[in-house]
């Protein structure tokens, strides 16, 4: 499978050449990085510490979609309409990790999807993957005299909050107990003077030094708590699970999957 990495230079990006380099079944198929950013014309597996592959990474998008099977994009929001294009041209098959997406990026996302594969996922790890099974059932099994609050830290340098993986995690707590996000979901206290109300998902985010990511979902009554947490330790849980995603995409038709399908967590649900 010949596998392209846009955005290669980047913290997730170079992880990505690594690892699609690594991997028996993938082939890199080049690497791109946005206009004036200092790795352009280096090699990809250079700049990504392993030895020389032949690909200088280029800003050419388009090119790198033309010659490859699938294309990894781990970027930022505003570079996803583009890269749909492309990939629609050229029905090359899209890994999304990229997080923060407004509404008008998601709809386009949904309808490109009737054309091209995608896997879109807002973690790619396999922990955090089992960890949004389990809190949709232990949602499903407590009642709104529990509160549920979302608590994320990542590194200083992320740009958006609360994580996509955070807001994955208060989907599955709302899908456990039938209700929509958005009518739940509190983002923040700064400034509110009510209290709590019943029902309500709360958000909140820190951010500091290089921490990867980490996530606690917080189950609380007036007398008992539930906390579930994971912590990433390496950014290479993600590039792992992004090219196990994408030979899981080989001969699938058209559609827009997630981790869950690819890890087969959704079978029976
Ligand atoms: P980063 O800033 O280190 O890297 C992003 C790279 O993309 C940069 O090198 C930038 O120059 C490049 N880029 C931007 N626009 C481009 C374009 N049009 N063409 C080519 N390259 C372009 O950021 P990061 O920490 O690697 O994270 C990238 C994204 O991945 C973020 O949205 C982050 O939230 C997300 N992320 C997702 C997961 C997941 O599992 N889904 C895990 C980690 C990070």
């Known amino acids: 499978?010949?596998?392209?990495?846009?955005?290669?230079?980047?913290?997730?990006?170079?992880?990505?050449?690594?690892?699609?380099?690594?991997?028996?079944?993938?082939?890199?198929?080049?690497?791109?990085?946005?206009?004036?950013?200092?790795?352009?014309?280096?090699?990809?597996?250079?700049?990504?510490?392993?030895?020389?592959c032949g690909h200088t990474i280029s800003e050419d998008s388009e090119k790198l979609?033309?010659?490859?099977?699938?294309?990894?994009?781990?970027?930022?929001?505003?570079?996803?309409?583009?890269?749909?294009?492309?990939?629609?041209?050229?029905?090359?098959?899209?890994?999304?990790?990229?997080?923060?997406?407004?509404?008008n990026a998601l709809e386009a996302i949904v309808k490109a999807s009737e054309n091209i594969t995608i896997v879109k996922a807002m973690n790619f790890s396999i922990g955090v993957n089992a960890l949004f099974a389990l809190t949709e059932k232990l949602s499903s099994m407590l009642d709104a005299s529990f509160d549920i609050e979302v608590l994320e830290m990542h590194h200083k340098h992320k740009l958006d909050a609360p994580s996509g993986t955070a807001i994955a995690l208060g989907e599955a707590a709302a899908k456990g107990r039938s209700v929509y996000l958005d009518d739940v979901s509190v983002r923040g206290r700064d400034g509110i003077s009510d209290a709590r109300k019943k029902g309500e998902i709360g958000f909140a985010s820190l951010r500091g030094g290089e921490v990867v990511g980490d996530?606690?979902?917080?189950?609380?009554?007036?007398?008992?708590?539930?906390?579930?947490?994971?912590?990433?330790?390496?950014?290479?849980?993600?590039?792992?699970?992004a090219v196990v995603a994408a030979l899981w995409t080989k001969d699938k038709s058209p559609g827009l999957y997630n981790m869950q399908d690819v890890l087969g967590l959704n079978k029976g649900s």
């Open 1 to 52: 499978m010949k596998v392209g990495v846009v955005g290669c230079a980047g913290r997730m990006g170079q992880m990505l050449v690594r690892e699609v380099i690594k991997t028996e079944g993938c082939e890199l198929s080049g690497g791109t990085e946005q206009p004036k950013n200092k790795a352009l014309g280096i090699d990809a597996a250079i700049y990504s510490g392993l030895p020389e």
């Open 65 to 103: 979609f033309a010659k490859s099977d699938i294309v990894i994009d781990f970027t930022l929001p505003a570079a996803t309409l583009m890269h749909l294009n492309y990939a629609e041209q050229h029905e090359t098959s899209l890994i999304l990790g990229t997080t923060g997406h407004n509404q």
């Open 215 to 241: 996530h606690s979902i917080i189950f609380a009554s007036e007398s008992e708590r539930i906390e579930l947490t994971h912590k990433a330790g390496s950014r290479g849980i993600f590039s792992r699970g």
